[in-house]
Each structure stands twice: as C-alpha cells, then as structure tokens.
C-alpha cells in the first residue's frame, strides 16, 4: 500500500524537530536508567527500551518528505543526527543526501561504508547521481559506474565533465520526445503508456530521426487541439533551447525572465541531449544566494552549524587575519592622532559615526553592485557611469545627513568648526564609500572571483580607516 508523504510548513517541521528531540531526550534518559540499574535480563530491558522510542521515531521519519527529513538532520547535533540517520530506510538514503547542505552531507557520507553508498545511489538518476559524486570515495564511483546499464553510464559520465556553474550540471536526461510526423492521438497513447511523466512536464520536445529539435508540444495545447491533427501543425517553433556549456547564470535569468517550466538542452549541432527544469533552477539559486551571503561575510564553503571546532576556524580564519590587519591598520590611524584626541575629546565620541555611516552606505552600494553583476544588468564597460551616479548620491547623503550630524555636534559641543568638520568628514567618507562599492566588485570580477567575495569585510575596513584619517585629519588641520 503506498504511504503518503506529507509536505509541512516551516511551523509544522519546528514542531517534528522538537518532537525528534524530545523522543532521543527521552531514549537517552530510559537507556541511561536501565544502565546503572543492576537487574536480570538487564540486556533485554535495554533492548526493549531502545526499540520502544526508536520504532517511534522512524515511523516519524518514514512518513516525512525527504527534504524534511534533511532539515531535521541539518538541525541536529552531529551525535543524534547520525542516530536518526541509522533509521531511515536505506531506499531512501540517496535522495535525502541530495537534500542536504553540503557540510552535513560529508558528515552522513563519512559515516557510511562503501557498500551503503553504492545502495544509496540505485534509486537516482545520472543526473542525481553526479550532483553526489564529488562527495563520494572513489571505490564508490567506480562500483556505480560498474552497476550502470551502458546508457546511464554515458549519462553520468556526461553529467559529470559539465563544470558546476554550468547548465549541464543542472541538467536532466528525462525528457519525453516525439516525431512531427504523427498525430497527437499517437502522442496521447504514448504518454499514458508511462507509469508517471518525469516531474515538471509541461511540454514534450519534437526531434526528427536525427535527435534534432524541432520544436515543443506544450501539454496544455495537446489536451485541448484535435486529436487527428499532425504534431507539426501544433508545435511551436517560438522556444527557448539552451546548451549545457551556458552559464547557469544565464539559464537561472531565462527561466526567470520567461515563466520557464522546463527548457530544452541541445548539443552544439542541435540534438537533444536533455532539459533544464524549474525546481533544478530553483536550487541553484538558492545555494548561489548562500553561497554569496557566506562570501560577503568572508566564509569561504557552506558550515555545518554542528561542527567541531577546528572544522569552523578552518572555515573562518583567512578573512578574520585579513580583518585583523585592517583593525590594526585603523588603529594606528588613531594612534597617529593621539595628541589631538588629548586636546578635543570630543573627537573620539564622534569618530565612530563617521566611520559606522561610511560603513553601511558602502555596503549599501555593494550589494546592489554585486547583485546588478550577477543579473547581468551591468558589465565593467559601464563601471565609470555607476561610479558617476554613486559618488552623485554620496555627495547628496552627505550633506544631508553631514549636515544633520553637524548641527548635533554644534548643539552637544558649541562649536560651529566642529559641527563643518563633521559635515566635511561624513561627505569625504561617503565618497570613498560609493568608490569602494563600486570598485571592489568590478576589479574582483576582472580577477575572475566571485565579486561578493569577502566585500562586506572590505568595505568596512577601508571605511573606518578611511573615516578615522578624513575626520581626524580634518579636525587637526582646522580645529587644533
């Protein structure tokens, strides 16, 4: 009898998190009880107990999505998550690791034996399959390739040479193709000789004899046209068709930009080769999202929340030295003003928020910046008309609120050169900000890296060194 697989809200999976944990709570406390009791049959009772609470919890399991069952796991310990991963069926093992964060897909995959991986990978697809690869010992991949019919092998191999930001990578071979010559009653029948159409089948793709494209059958124009019609009269030859070297970028804009389902993947001389689907475009933009909010904070890979120690400084600790020596930097900056500091205290109440302001605007401007790149609505050639816009609506920000900041310091301190010194400072600072948002992720894409790479770190360096000198400097040329 086949079970029902529920998909819950956010709310709902807190609520099975919280139930997991209470049930391993409660085996950990029984099982510790039966454990300092001296009784006969103690190895029975402890049996008995573990069974209780575990047949409990897979049940649970069993009757949760995969990617529920994967978030349960990513919000676990690493001792209890590999508990609840020794009860989940081994059917289902692959698809859930597909679900998983990177980070914590390593620690379930070191936990397993060979034999375990190679079952694990019987139910997916090539496709699937290489999305697990490079996570997988290579003993592993070479029995997969071994236990593979000729043709998946062909598949795996091909969807394995594709580079990981590219549209292969996202792609699939579950395409349903038809001939043009024949009619969408031949069509109908062939379609209901499937147990069930690969997921997001909204058009079947027209090739000739040769595997070329033709054109696509959209599902909905096939339920309701004439059955006695030929396929090319109701095809459309108005498609969007990629290749599998695009860049993933490109196709994520696409399917965006044109209310994609699904899209045809053809080899340069225009055969079908497989297509690209929406959840596919869908995961890639979400770990592209991750991937460049854990870069502006300087995190070089996804982190298990889990992990041991060393595991995280190793993660963290190239762009902590590099804050460091900016720390140090903007210290001796301060340092190199002592003696003006000593005369007007005041300086030192107010240099931060020159510095804070500088800060969030340049991170302002990089944001948008680093997200106009990755759209693709802006490329270096016009890196001079940004910055002519930036530093326009930093000078205007900075003499509306360097103003507004000059006033406060002039009603805190009475002194009209202060507050036009801080006016001064907030708008110089401003500027170099609106420069840096700029700069930095145009001269780190022309360096071939990710523009977002460690630029929250950057920006806020430059800005408070840059926002300590400005006013400081200010301040003693004009106020001492």
């Given at each position: 009898?086949p079970q029902t697989?529920e998909?819950?809200?956010l709310?709902?999976?807190?609520?099975?998190?919280h139930?997991?944990?209470e049930l391993?709570?409660?085996?950990?406390?029984?099982?510790?009880?039966v454990?300092?009791?001296?009784?006969?049959?103690?190895?029975?009772?402890?049996?008995?107990?573990?069974?209780?609470?575990?047949?409990?919890l897979?049940k649970?399991?069993?009757?949760?999505?995969?990617?529920?069952?994967?978030?349960?796991?990513?919000?676990?310990?690493?001792?209890?998550?590999?508990?609840?991963?020794?009860?989940?069926?081994?059917?289902?093992?692959?698809?859930?690791?597909?679900?998983?964060?990177?980070?914590?897909r390593?620690?379930l995959?070191?936990?397993?034996?060979?034999?375990?991986?190679?079952?694990?990978?019987?139910g997916?697809?090539?496709?699937?399959?290489?999305?697990?690869?490079?996570?997988l010992p290579e003993?592993?991949i070479?029995?997969?390739?071994?236990?593979?019919?000729?043709?998946?092998?062909?598949?795996?191999?091909?969807?394995?040479?594709?580079?990981?930001?590219?549209?292969?990578?996202?792609?699939?071979?579950?395409?349903?193709?038809?001939?043009?010559?024949?009619?969408?009653?031949?069509?109908?029948?062939?379609?209901r000789?499937?147990?069930?159409?690969?997921?997001?089948?909204?058009?079947?793709?027209?090739?000739?004899?040769?595997?070329?494209?033709?054109?696509?059958?959209?599902?909905?124009?096939?339920i309701?046209?004439?059955?006695?019609a030929l396929?090319?009269?109701?095809m459309l030859?108005?498609?969007?068709?990629?290749?599998?070297?695009?860049?993933?970028?490109?196709?994520?804009?696409?399917?965006?930009?044109?209310?994609?389902?699904?899209?045809?993947?053809?080899?340069p001389?225009?055969?079908?080769?497989?297509?690209?689907?929406?959840?596919?475009?869908?995961d890639?933009?979400?770990?592209?999202?991750?991937?460049?909010?854990?870069?502006?904070?300087?995190?070089?890979?996804?982190?298990?929340?889990?992990?041991?120690?060393?595991?995280?400084?190793?993660?963290?600790?190239s762009?902590?030295?590099?804050?460091m020596?900016?720390?140090?930097?903007?210290?001796?900056?301060?340092?190199?003003?002592?003696?003006?500091?000593?005369?007007?205290v005041?300086?030192?109440?107010?240099?931060?928020i020159?510095?804070?302001i500088?800060g969030?605007?340049?991170?302002?401007?990089i944001?948008?910046?680093?997200?106009?790149l990755?759209?693709?609505q802006v490329?270096?050639?016009?890196?001079?008309?940004?910055?002519?816009?930036?530093?326009?609506?930093?000078?205007?920000?900075?003499?509306?609120w360097?103003?507004?900041?000059?006033?406060?310091?002039?009603?805190?301190?009475?002194?009209?050169?202060?507050?036009?010194?801080?006016?001064?400072?907030?708008?110089?600072?401003?500027?170099?900000?609106?420069?840096l948002?700029?700069?930095?992720?145009?001269l780190m894409?022309?360096?071939g890296?990710?523009?977002a790479?460690?630029?929250?770190?950057?920006?806020?360096a430059?800005?408070?060194?840059g926002?300590?000198?400005?006013?400081?400097?200010l301040a003693?040329?004009?106020?001492?």
């Open positions: 009898m697989i998909r819950k809200a709310e709902d999976l807190q609520e099975d998190l139930a997991v944990q391993l709570r409660r085996h950990r406390l029984v099982e510790g009880l454990q300092r009791q001296k009784m006969a049959r103690h190895e029975l009772v402890e049996q008995l107990v573990h069974k209780q609470h575990f047949v409990e897979g649970k399991l069993e009757a949760m999505h995969p990617a529920d069952v994967a978030f349960i796991l990513e919000a676990l310990p690493l001792p209890d998550r590999l508990v609840v991963w020794e009860l989940v069926r081994a059917e289902r093992d692959g698809e859930i690791l597909l679900e998983v964060s990177d980070a914590v390593e620690s995959i070191r936990s397993m034996d060979s034999q375990e991986l190679l079952a694990a990978t019987e997916l697809d090539a496709d699937e399959i290489a999305d697990l690869a490079p996570d003993e592993v070479e029995g997969v390739f071994r236990s593979l019919p000729v043709a998946e092998r062909e598949q795996l191999r091909a969807a394995m040479s594709y580079a990981e930001d590219s549209v292969g990578a996202l792609m699939d071979f579950e395409e349903i193709s038809v001939r043009e010559d024949v009619t969408l009653e031949v069509v109908t029948r062939y379609l000789r499937f147990e069930e159409l690969p997921d997001h089948t909204d058009q079947v793709f027209v090739v000739d004899r040769e595997e070329q494209l033709r054109g696509v059958l959209p599902i909905s124009k096939l309701v046209t004439d059955l006695e396929v090319r009269g109701v030859t108005d498609y969007v068709t990629l290749y599998p070297d695009d860049k993933a970028q490109d196709a994520a804009q696409a399917f965006e930009r044109y209310d994609l389902v699904s899209a045809a993947v053809v080899a001389n225009g055969k079908l080769i497989g297509r690209v689907t929406v959840n596919a475009v869908v890639f933009i979400r770990a592209r999202s991750e991937a460049q909010q854990l870069a502006k904070g300087g995190l070089r890979e996804t982190e298990d929340v889990f992990a041991s120690v060393w595991q995280s400084v190793r993660n963290r600790w762009w902590l030295a590099i804050n020596v900016t720390a140090f930097i903007a210290s001796r900056v301060i340092g190199a003003f002592e003696g003006s500091i000593e005369k007007l005041a300086l030192a109440a107010l240099m931060p020159v510095a804070g500088g969030n605007s340049g991170n302002q401007t944001t948008m910046i680093v997200r106009a990755a759209l693709g490329d270096e050639g016009q890196a001079k008309q940004l910055l002519r816009k930036e530093l326009a609506v930093a000078v205007t920000n900075g003499l509306i360097g103003g507004v900041l000059g006033v406060v310091a002039y009603w805190l301190y009475d002194s009209v050169s202060l507050g036009v010194v801080m006016t001064a400072a907030m708008s110089l600072n401003l500027l170099l900000a609106a420069m948002g700029v700069g930095i992720p145009i894409m022309r360096l890296r990710d523009p790479l460690g630029s929250s770190v950057m920006i806020t430059f800005t408070d060194s926002g300590f000198l400005i006013f400081l400097g003693t040329l004009f106020l001492l």
